[in-house]
């Protein structure tokens, strides 16, 4: 009898460790079996249901969708980055906003539910409703789940608590934002310290970071003595039309003793006449024109060239602007000579896209401007001390921006040209050689050849003199280049 009870007990045992594992099972069982209401509903605290929830936010915020507000930040010390944004649109944002938050009034209490809390927090400031985004912030606070992103919670609580400035408070730096003649309320200010060359984009919870109010005013307090680089984040559509201008000041001082100040003012952008609209340009001469500047002692004519990727996956494009000559303008008309420029060529830099393939900026290799290319222009204009005043090109500077475009007619242009404007270098360097003596065909050889067409190519200096002593009456810049390889070679003989 004592023996068939004992059995029994043990049996009764096995069946309560059966269930007890089974029950422990039964939410990945719900998770792989895909019943994710009933595991939401009866295992909110199972880490299965984190990963349900981070499901349904990935369906509404695809993971490569890139993050951001679409603002434009411009640094004192000069240089601007964007925030980026996936979401384009305020439709968007309101539409991926208002699931998230159907899901957070569903599943109020599951821990994963706080990181849903951040995002429609920062879609909220993304649309400057302040109140509603520190409102869900706040709801994280007050959550008793734990939140291991706590201290990017803290970080846009301080963001959004710069609007409220406390008058018991002495600030360490405080100042004036304006467009035009108008305070920019909603402008976000940051600061850097002038000793960091990195810089997070976006910016959010890397940097004290504060907020303008109706007025334009902002201010910090508690920040560290030092040196400081000042920026200022607008969004694009608020500054359309404006430049900011140059501050005598480049940084500012923090200090405990006294509050220190900087104001950004957006002026006017100069506006350009000749050429616009996509024009076609005739003859030998390329002519600029635009309207006069206030206060303007002299010009400088800008252009902006894009590179975009060879990997077609790789929707990506890249700028870069750079001033045609050293020359001051002190009129408003710069006239230039198109075989001058062609025969101009800037330092070869290799790009690399996200499938490793060579990507060179085609002005390097083709000329400032050449037959068959489309070209954007601005011009900038300077102040007697040297300090940038305004600029055509405003602050829209990629694939999408406002500046005039102007082209070359196709006569002229080489069979090489076409390839080294698709990125088939190795192409291009056979067809530059079956072009024979051609001078442009040597230039454009001999830079190709000199830097090398793959990741780790280093080119060689040696063969591509050989092209540029076979060019006909060499040019300036013929012979610059020359110096320049003759110098590589000697360094590599060391």
Excluded: C
Excluded at 160 to 165: A, F, H, I, K, P
């Amino acid at each position: 009898m004592k023996i068939k009870v004992g059995v029994i007990a043990v049996f009764v045992i096995m069946l309560a460790i059966g269930g007890w594992v089974g029950f422990k099972s039964l939410p990945s069982m719900l998770y792989n079996g895909g019943q994710f209401n009933t595991l939401l509903k009866w295992f909110p605290n199972d880490d299965q249901t984190s990963l349900v929830l981070m499901e349904k936010l990935n369906d509404i915020i695809p993971p490569e969708v890139s993050w951001g507000d679409n603002n434009i930040f411009i640094m004192s010390q000069g240089g601007w980055s964007s925030s980026g944004s996936g979401l384009t649109t305020k439709e968007q944002r309101s539409e991926a906003r208002s699931k998230l938050e159907q899901l957070i009034a569903e599943h109020p209490t599951i821990p994963f539910t706080n990181t849903l809390r951040l995002e429609v927090a920062k879609l909220y400031m993304w649309d400057q409703e302040w109140d509603n985004a520190q409102q869900f912030l706040h709801d994280i606070e007050g959550s008793p789940n734990e939140f291991f992103r706590r201290d990017e919670l803290h970080n846009y609580l301080e963001i959004l608590e710069s609007r409220q400035v406390d008058p018991e408070v002495t600030p360490s730096l405080k100042g004036n934002v304006k467009i035009g003649d108008e305070p920019a309320d909603n402008i976000f200010v940051v600061l850097q310290r002038s000793n960091n060359n990195s810089w997070h984009s976006p910016p959010y919870g890397h940097y004290p970071i504060a907020i303008t109010d109706k007025e334009g005013n902002y201010q910090f307090s508690g920040i560290g003595p030092g040196q400081y680089v000042v920026g200022v984040g607008a969004r694009p559509e608020g500054i359309d039309g404006y430049y900011l201008t140059e501050n005598k000041i480049k940084t500012v001082e923090i200090s405990q003793e006294q509050t220190g100040e900087y104001n950004f003012q957006f002026v006017p952008q100069i506006r350009t006449t000749s050429p616009v609209n996509q024009e076609t340009i005739q003859g030998d001469e390329l002519k600029f024109q635009w309207e006069p500047y206030e206060g303007a002692d002299y010009y400088q004519v800008m252009f902006t060239s894009t590179l975009t990727s060879k990997d077609a996956s790789d929707k990506s494009t890249s700028a870069s602007t750079r001033s045609i000559s050293e020359e001051k303008f002190r009129d408003t008309i710069a006239t230039f000579s198109i075989e001058e420029l062609r025969n101009q060529s800037e330092e070869v830099i290799k790009n690399t896209d996200r499938a490793r393939n060579v990507i060179l900026w085609p002005n390097s290799i083709l000329g400032t401007v050449y037959p068959g290319g489309n070209f954007k222009w601005s011009v900038d204009a300077y102040a007697e001390d040297g300090r940038k005043l305004s600029s055509s090109a405003g602050h829209f500077i990629g694939s999408n921006n406002k500046l005039p475009l102007f082209s070359l007619p196709e006569d002229g242009m080489l069979e090489g040209d076409k390839l080294v404007l698709e990125h088939r270098y190795a192409e291009a360097i056979e067809a530059y050689k079956r072009a024979g003596d051609d001078n442009y065909a040597l230039r454009k050889l001999a830079r190709l050849v000199a830097n090398g067409i793959k990741v780790d190519d280093e080119g060689e200096p040696a063969e591509a003199l050989t092209y540029l002593k076979r060019i006909k009456a060499p040019n300036k810049f013929d012979k610059s280049y020359m110096l320049k390889l003759e110098e590589r070679l000697k360094k590599s003989e060391k």
